[in-house]
């Protein structure tokens, strides 16, 4: 396999292509979404003195990366949390993309950090996850009990007030709730009458890994609302599950929403909340670079004040149309964020969000043909407050 720098001094940093800039004039900001903020995290990084991974996927290089690998890759973030402090926490996905080729692929929290003097950000740490008193009734991969992603394919992430982490997975459905140390606290949780093709529980409704992508709360802590990424069989095609459950309980409360997707061949990638009432939530389509056409953010309103049966949207930011008249990260006056896969979005205050993609290592090659992802940061300034609940910033 060939290496490069970014596997030993690069190791663990993400670097700010021009860091952070002055808000836009007024005139700027009254018009649309403009760009404020631009990292990117090599694909080529990887956990310093971890365990090999990659074994399945061949030795074929793909965007001109070749598998295996001695070390676990930072990648593939399906999920961040602000810690409020100017760090992230941020979830990789799965592995490799399958159930099949998953298996040497740890799941992991990673801790990201923006060094403003250097211009840097380190990758602070992380923790696996796992599962010590063998709360998973099935048989997991290793017998140590280290999760992986052939166990699990987590997608998204919430802070409970006591510091526990619950998480929403695509196979089951299920959500996993872990201590602050990345160990599972209670046996997955299954959504009632919804089962994917990896549950063993059999007799599916759902398409593959087509479970709890995005997952909100509320702004008192006291509800999760997962929402699915695809349609449940026998539901209009593109209408998506948007469950609510009670963590003061541990169970679903029957309450269901719809979110409708422009769609039906568009999936999401992430939800987290705004309100009690409001979401933010990323819709895309399935391409990838000059092909994409669909990235967006959407406010979706629970309420239902059109009366037609799904949640209100309002576009928020169009993620291929963003301003950047003061040239932040060496783009031109249109950014684009072109990947196939855009699974984080974080509501830094009123009139900021924090993006991420999932490059799908070494699978995506959205930003350049031919050249393995980078996993991309950027912040954006909203023409607009959203007036959110403080309670949801960080």
């Given at each position: 396999?060939?290496?490069?720098?970014?596997?030993?001094?690069?190791?663990?940093?993400?670097?700010?292509?021009?860091?952070?800039?002055?808000?836009?004039?007024?005139?700027?900001?009254?018009?649309?979404?403009?760009?404020?903020?631009?990292?990117?995290?090599?694909?080529?990084?990887?956990?310093?003195?971890?365990?090999?991974?990659?074994?399945?996927?061949?030795?074929?290089?793909?965007?001109?990366?070749?598998?295996?690998?001695?070390?676990?890759?930072?990648?593939?973030?399906?999920?961040?949390?602000?810690?409020?402090?100017?760090?992230?926490?941020?979830?990789?996905?799965?592995?490799?993309?399958?159930?099949?080729?998953?298996?040497?692929?740890?799941?992991?929290?990673?801790?990201?950090?923006?060094?403003?003097?250097?211009?840097?950000?380190?990758?602070?740490?992380?923790?696996?996850?796992?599962?010590?008193?063998?709360?998973?009734?099935?048989?997991?991969?290793?017998?140590?009990r280290v999760l992986t992603g052939a166990d699990f394919d987590v997608e998204s992430i919430v802070r409970d007030r006591d510091g526990s982490l619950w998480i929403g997975d695509e196979?089951?459905?299920?959500?996993?709730?872990?201590?602050?140390?990345?160990?599972?606290?209670?046996?997955?949780?299954?959504?009632?009458?919804?089962?994917?093709?990896?549950?063993?529980?059999?007799?599916?409704?759902?398409?593959?890994?087509?479970?709890?992508?995005?997952?909100?709360?509320?702004?008192?802590?006291?509800?999760?609302?997962?929402?699915?990424?695809?349609?449940?069989?026998?539901?209009?095609?593109?209408?998506?599950?948007?469950?609510?459950?009670?963590?003061?309980?541990?169970?679903?409360?029957?309450?269901?929403?719809?979110?409708?997707?422009?769609?039906?061949?568009?999936?999401?990638?992430?939800?987290?909340?705004?309100?009690?009432?409001?979401?933010?939530?990323?819709?895309?389509?399935?391409?990838?670079?000059?092909?994409?056409?669909?990235?967006?953010?959407?406010?979706?309103?629970?309420?239902?004040?059109?009366?037609?049966?799904?949640?209100?949207?309002?576009?928020?930011?169009?993620?291929?149309?963003?301003?950047?008249?003061?040239?932040?990260?060496?783009?031109?006056?249109?950014?684009?964020?072109?990947?196939?896969?855009?699974?984080?979005?974080?509501?830094?205050?009123?009139?900021?969000?924090?993006?991420?993609?999932?490059?799908?290592?070494?699978?995506?090659?959205?930003?350049?043909?031919?050249?393995?992802?980078?996993?991309?940061?950027?912040?954006?300034?909203?023409?607009?407050?959203?007036?959110?609940?403080?309670?949801?910033?960080?």
């Open positions: 396999m060939r290496r490069n720098a970014s596997r030993t001094a690069g190791v663990g940093l993400l670097v700010l292509a021009l860091g952070f800039v002055a808000a836009p004039s007024a005139a700027q900001s009254a018009a649309v979404p403009t760009l404020t903020g631009f990292a990117s995290l090599p694909a080529l990084t990887f956990v310093p003195g971890s365990e090999p991974a990659g074994a399945a996927l061949g030795t074929a290089p793909v965007n001109g990366i070749a598998a295996p690998w001695a070390d676990q890759p930072v990648q593939g973030f399906s999920g961040v949390l602000p810690n409020g402090d100017g760090t992230y926490d941020v979830l990789s996905d799965n592995g490799f993309g399958t159930k099949a080729n998953s298996a040497d692929f740890l799941l992991r929290i990673q801790k990201i950090g923006p060094v403003p003097a250097t211009g840097r950000v380190d990758v602070l740490g992380g923790i696996n996850l796992t599962d010590p008193a063998a709360k998973v009734p099935f048989p997991l991969v290793r017998a140590d196979f089951g459905p299920w959500l996993l709730h872990f201590d602050r140390g990345g160990r599972l606290l209670t046996a997955p949780i299954p959504l009632p009458e919804v089962r994917a093709p990896e549950n063993p529980a059999g007799n599916p409704n759902l398409g593959s890994s087509k479970g709890f992508e995005g997952m909100a709360h509320s702004p008192d802590g006291r509800y999760l609302y997962p929402l699915l990424e695809g349609t449940v069989a026998g539901d209009q095609p593109g209408d998506l599950r948007f469950n609510e459950f009670d963590r003061e309980r541990g169970g679903y409360t029957g309450k269901r929403w719809t979110y409708r997707l422009e769609s039906p061949s568009h999936a999401i990638g992430d939800a987290i909340p705004v309100d009690a009432n409001r979401f933010l939530v990323i819709e895309r389509d399935g391409a990838q670079g000059d092909a994409a056409a669909v990235k967006r953010i959407y406010l979706a309103d629970r309420r239902d004040r059109d009366h037609d049966g799904t949640m209100d949207k309002t576009l928020v930011v169009d993620l291929l149309k963003i301003a950047n008249p003061r040239g932040v990260g060496g783009f031109g006056k249109v950014f684009r964020f072109p990947f196939q896969t855009i699974e984080d979005v974080a509501l830094l205050d009123g009139h900021t969000l924090a993006v991420l993609n999932d490059n799908n290592f070494p699978g995506s090659a959205g930003r350049t043909p031919g050249v393995a992802d980078n996993n991309e940061f950027i912040t954006v300034k909203l023409p607009s407050s959203l007036h959110p609940d403080p309670r949801v910033l960080p």
